[in-house]
């Protein structure tokens, strides 16, 4: 997906926030922050926003000596997340369909995105669910595909919802192999190998790097690893906005999951902000 | 009041959203934007974010020749404000204590902020009259001041919250003289002559400008007649953020009456974002 302007001043609070957390020192933020300023006139209508945040990243940690800024708050999200779970396993379990419900709470975990703002209320999310709806929902499809599935690739998000993400596989893992794909380096809040390693998702499935360096999924960014278990996939299920950005314009048959937290996401996929999303691309 | 580090990007999506308001040419939009984020790196440290907002109408309304991108936007808000206003009517005449039900509905009124984001929801922010609340709350010394006060002079801020002003009207005319002063050029939302004349403030005040050309008072930059108003005045209550960032180094006695609705002025002042504050500057 090509940069939009709305992304612009996105980007530059983005900047300022990894800034912040990598650094205490005014002038070097302020230096950071006048980088970017610098560099958006130089970026071109074809530039795509995942490619400004893998240089916004460079120049931060450049700068700061910091790779991970996020590396507490992904902590700590991961913490809060997991004090969640006792709730949401009963209510998977006292569920009627509980694989539509591991989708739900997945999405919804996809609440937590450092990169549109670091405050979020996972508990107040958690009313989300008694709505119980995806205003734009391919559940019935995804059913029938995964009958004939062997395999699902899993395109992963941010850290936090990634405890969550632990019960759709607990679903998930009585039908098909999964393979579960983290960032290669770190990106915002988004889940690398670090992280996974603090999980459980190994228990359910595969987990391998993407090789991708940015919050989200360019597949020229990705390794020859990666590529190789996209493309034999049966099934592609990839969460939030940073890998429907990268992946929007691909051939391949990708569900994406997802909460729109953004207006030009929102009009790529005909949902207002703050809805959620089940949906295969076309 | 200085620039703060998260005016910049604040800043940035206040440009994009008057640049959209103004035009709908992607590329003059682009030139803006491109303007505001050339401009960044020269901003100084001592220089006052209210500055720059002079600065970016300049460029708007060079680049789009629309001087008043928020024109329709304040219509709007003042019809909305206008249907909401029976009921806060209502609330008032049954209060225990009509002039602090009247301020609280004129800080409510406050939430309508362009410079911080279009959508605000002034219904749901009805809500929190049931709170009655100011978190910070210099109310008994206004009401001695204002017994012996025979004169107010009041600085308005966005157009939309000018009709619960109103209401405050109503209950201070009883009390004091009052003149009421607003911006002398379109400045993001906020009132100018032309917005108060589709008002009824001159039933209750003398309705002047304050000679302001941005979203703001900045003495310096005020016309000799208001800054006669500002000397003679017994009483000063300012409303809103604008006002408190120009004001605020100010020696004489101002009581502020805002929501506040951003980190750098919620620090400035000790409360919360989103909460509600009426106070005596020191």
Redesign the interface.
């Known amino acids: 997906m090509n940069i939009q302007?709305?992304c612009?001043?996105c980007l530059?609070?983005q900047?300022?926030e990894s800034a912040?957390l990598a650094s205490d020192d005014?002038e070097i933020?302020?230096e950071i922050?006048?980088t970017y300023?610098?560099m958006?006139?130089e970026i071109g209508e074809e530039s795509k926003t995942l490619e400004v945040v893998i240089e916004m990243h460079d120049v931060i940690e450049e700068k700061t000596g910091v790779s991970d800024p996020y590396a507490d708050y992904k902590r700590k999200n991961i913490e809060t997340s997991r004090s969640l779970l006792p709730e949401f396993k009963k209510i998977i379990a006292q569920a009627e369909d509980p694989l539509f419900s591991a989708l739900l709470i997945s999405a919804i975990g996809n609440s937590i995105d450092a990169g549109v703002g670091l405050e979020v209320d996972i508990e107040s999310n958690l009313g989300e669910i008694s709505k119980g709806v995806f205003v734009r929902s391919d559940y019935g499809l995804f059913k029938k595909k995964l009958k004939k599935a062997e395999n699902i690739l899993i395109l992963a998000d941010n850290a936090g919802e990634a405890v969550f993400d632990e019960l759709l596989l607990e679903e998930l893992q009585e039908i098909v192999d999964i393979t579960y794909a983290v960032r290669d380096r770190p990106a915002i809040n988004d889940i690398t190998m670090k992280e996974a390693d603090m999980l459980n998702i190994d228990n359910y499935a595969r987990v391998i790097s993407s090789g991708s360096p940015t919050s989200g999924t360019m597949l020229d960014y990705t390794s020859e690893e990666f590529q190789d278990y996209y493309r034999k996939a049966d099934l592609r299920l990839a969460k939030g906005m940073g890998n429907l950005e990268g992946l929007y314009e691909e051939d391949e048959e990708i569900f994406h999951l997802l909460k729109a937290k953004c207006g030009p996401v929102s009009d790529l996929i005909g949902i207002d902000e703050g809805e959620l999303a089940f949906f295969l691309n076309d």
Chains 1, 2 share one sequence.
């Open positions: 302007l709305e612009f001043p530059f609070n900047t300022l912040q005014r933020i302020r922050i006048d300023a610098e958006v006139p």
